[in-house]
């Protein structure tokens, strides 16, 4: 199929061009260069780094050796053995991405988070302040550099597609001898929006997946112009009657999703597909609130609480199994999700031992009420170093007590969590901030019995 020489009606006009779409460059693999600068000009990989690890990122010189996102980690391996596989470590993502928000939010309250490294503004209320689009978009680059030290590349069109499309072209180049410098900024003018739309290779496209794409290949589809001439009729009957509509308005140039204000995201999770098969309840425990104090970390850090806790188990057999529970009130402490989920996996059989766990949070809320919640606890006289890791393997349950003659303070606030978890994870969130992550781990002694009547189970 050949594309169109004519134009749908309703280009839009250069003051319509106020959808920004910035995605970070290589940012797990920055975060981590920036942590340990050795790493600079060297192939990275981050992820997974055992035989059944993933990638998540990969620098500009491993990518021009074929290594990609999503790949497993040992075929990445393979493609360049000279890369360095650093674990990934959500702390320090989350950190800079939520310097990066400030960023965002100090130019409109108009942003719409896709991920920690990229997300949609809406500008067109920040010209007076700013200037045009492009010049909020060379703002925004400049200042993320200056305050946080990471490069990304900014899109900058008239609808949510194209600002995507043009935030791609703009990244940084790979090549055999080093990655090049990108634009920085692309903006899609007006008059070039379908020539630069049409360009593009089908699969740019989101909803374009595997599947989708080999249907839209059968019928001879293989640009996004091809698509915007194609019949509906041949459409429909490839992918669908909703989907077609829905590729064939896109391929078109009509977009009209708006910039969501302030999403907040609908989970958070972690999950580990283990090298070898894990079996025996403590190893399983010791692994469950491992991930649980991960996820609660990245909870308290983007300023949420969760309510309903679900977990996820692989077996080896490749088969999956899930359960959630919801609790009655917020939470957002390493010991409360710990707890719940524990007894989730306990009512899973275990026996055949497990190849991948996930633990993850829904029903997140930022406005959860915080009256008598403490400012925070210092862990003041802390002098061990960061190499060293100390782990609380502290029996909390109700009837232990915290020092001689003392018995822990348990009463419930306006959350699920006791004023007991709260100290502990104060404690924890400043150790890590003082010498660094993996200066201090949660124990499975840490899980504890929840008070009667304090959770609702879900499905």
């Given at each position: 199929?050949?594309?169109?020489?004519?134009?749908?009606?309703?280009?839009?006009?250069?003051?319509?061009?106020?959808?920004?779409?910035?995605?970070?460059?290589?940012f797990?693999?920055?975060?981590?260069?920036?942590?340990?600068?050795?790493?600079?000009?060297?192939?990275?990989?981050?992820?997974?780094?055992?035989?059944?690890?993933?990638?998540?990122?990969?620098?500009?010189?491993?990518r021009?050796?074929?290594?990609?996102?999503?790949?497993?980690?040992?075929?990445?391996?393979?493609?360049?053995?000279?890369?360095?596989?650093?674990?990934?470590?959500?702390?320090?993502?989350?950190?800079?991405?939520?310097?990066?928000?400030?960023?965002?939010?100090?130019?409109?309250?108009?942003v719409?988070?896709?991920?920690?490294?990229?997300?949609?503004?809406?500008?067109?209320?920040?010209?007076?302040?700013?200037?045009?689009?492009?010049e909020?978009?060379?703002?925004?680059?400049g200042?993320?550099?200056?305050?946080?030290?990471?490069?990304?590349?900014?899109?900058?069109?008239?609808?949510?597609?194209l600002?995507?499309?043009?935030?791609?072209?703009?990244?940084?180049?790979?090549?055999?001898?080093?990655?090049?410098?990108?634009?920085?900024?692309?903006?899609?003018e007006?008059?070039?929006?379908?020539?630069?739309?049409?360009?593009?290779?089908?699969?740019?496209?989101?909803?374009?997946?595997?599947?989708?794409?080999?249907?839209?290949r059968?019928?001879?589809v293989?640009?996004?112009?091809?698509?915007?001439?194609?019949?509906?009729?041949?459409?429909?009957?490839?992918?669908?009657?909703?989907?077609?509509?829905?590729?064939?308005?896109?391929?078109?140039?009509?977009d009209?999703?708006?910039?969501?204000?302030?999403?907040?995201?609908?989970?958070?999770?972690?999950?580990?597909?283990?090298?070898?098969?894990?079996?025996?309840?403590?190893?399983?425990?010791s692994?469950?609130?491992?991930?649980?104090?991960?996820?609660?970390?990245?909870?308290?850090?983007?300023?949420?609480?969760?309510?309903?806790?679900?977990?996820?188990?692989?077996?080896?057999?490749?088969?999956?199994?899930?359960?959630?529970?919801?609790?009655?009130?917020?939470?957002?402490?390493?010991?409360?999700?710990?707890?719940v989920?524990?007894?989730?996996?306990?009512?899973?059989?275990?026996?055949?031992?497990?190849?991948?766990?996930g633990?993850?949070?829904?029903?997140?809320?930022?406005?959860?009420?915080?009256d008598g919640?403490?400012?925070?606890?210092?862990?003041?006289?802390?002098?061990?170093?960061?190499s060293?890791?100390?782990?609380?393997?502290?029996?909390?349950?109700?009837?232990?007590?915290?020092?001689?003659?003392?018995?822990?303070d348990?009463?419930?606030?306006?959350?699920?969590?006791?004023?007991?978890?709260?100290?502990?994870?104060?404690?924890?969130?400043?150790?890590?901030?003082?010498?660094?992550?993996?200066?201090?781990?949660?124990?499975?002694?840490?899980?504890?019995?929840?008070?009667?009547?304090?959770?609702?189970?879900?499905?």
């Amino acid at each position: 199929m050949t594309s169109q020489s004519h134009e749908p009606a309703g280009t839009p006009s250069a003051d319509e061009l106020s959808i920004l779409h910035v995605d970070m460059d290589a940012f797990y693999v920055e975060v981590e260069r920036q942590r340990d600068p050795s790493l600079v000009g060297r192939p990275v990989i981050v992820g997974g780094s055992g035989r059944r690890g993933v990638v998540a990122s990969a620098s500009y010189e491993a990518r021009a050796r074929g290594v990609r996102s999503a790949m497993p980690t040992a075929q990445a391996r393979r493609l360049c053995p000279s890369a360095v596989v650093v674990t990934s470590d959500f702390s320090g993502y989350v950190e800079a991405s939520a310097a990066i928000a400030e960023i965002f939010e100090s130019v409109t309250p108009h942003v719409e988070p896709i991920a920690l490294d990229e997300a949609f503004l809406d500008v067109s209320g920040a010209h007076r302040l700013f200037g045009t689009s492009p010049e909020i978009a060379w703002h925004i680059r400049g200042v993320i550099r200056d305050i946080v030290g990471l490069d990304c590349s900014v899109g900058v069109a008239s609808t949510k597609t194209l600002a995507k499309l043009a935030s791609v072209a703009a990244k940084p180049i790979v090549s055999p001898h080093g990655p090049r410098p990108g634009r920085g900024v692309r903006v899609v003018e007006a008059a070039e929006q379908f020539a630069f739309l049409w360009g593009h290779r089908v699969e740019a496209l989101w909803g374009v997946g595997p599947v989708t794409l080999q249907r839209l290949r059968a019928i001879g589809v293989v640009t996004v112009g091809d698509l915007a001439t194609a019949r509906v009729d041949t459409l429909v009957a490839a992918v669908g009657a909703a989907h077609g509509a829905h590729l064939a308005a896109l391929a078109k140039g009509r977009d009209d999703r708006p910039v969501h204000r302030g999403g907040t995201p609908k989970s958070i999770g972690h999950e580990e597909t283990f090298e070898f098969d894990i079996a025996g309840s403590q190893r399983i425990r010791s692994e469950t609130v491992r991930l649980a104090d991960a996820v609660a970390s990245r909870l308290r850090a983007a300023g949420l609480w969760g309510r309903t806790v679900t977990v996820k188990v692989r077996y080896p057999d490749f088969s999956l199994r899930t359960r959630a529970q919801t609790l009655s009130e917020p939470f957002q402490t390493s010991r409360t999700l710990a707890a719940v989920a524990h007894r989730l996996v306990e009512r899973l059989d275990l026996s055949a031992g497990v190849r991948l766990l996930g633990v993850s949070v829904s029903g997140l809320d930022d406005v959860a009420a915080t009256d008598g919640r403490p400012s925070g606890s210092s862990a003041s006289g802390a002098d061990s170093p960061a190499s060293e890791t100390l782990q609380l393997a502290l029996d909390l349950g109700p009837q232990s007590s915290v020092a001689a003659g003392q018995e822990p303070d348990t009463a419930r606030g306006p959350t699920g969590d006791t004023e007991l978890d709260r100290q502990i994870a104060d404690a924890l969130d400043a150790i890590r901030a003082r010498f660094g992550r993996a200066s201090i781990a949660q124990g499975a002694g840490t899980i504890r019995d929840a008070a009667p009547g304090e959770r609702r189970w879900g499905h």
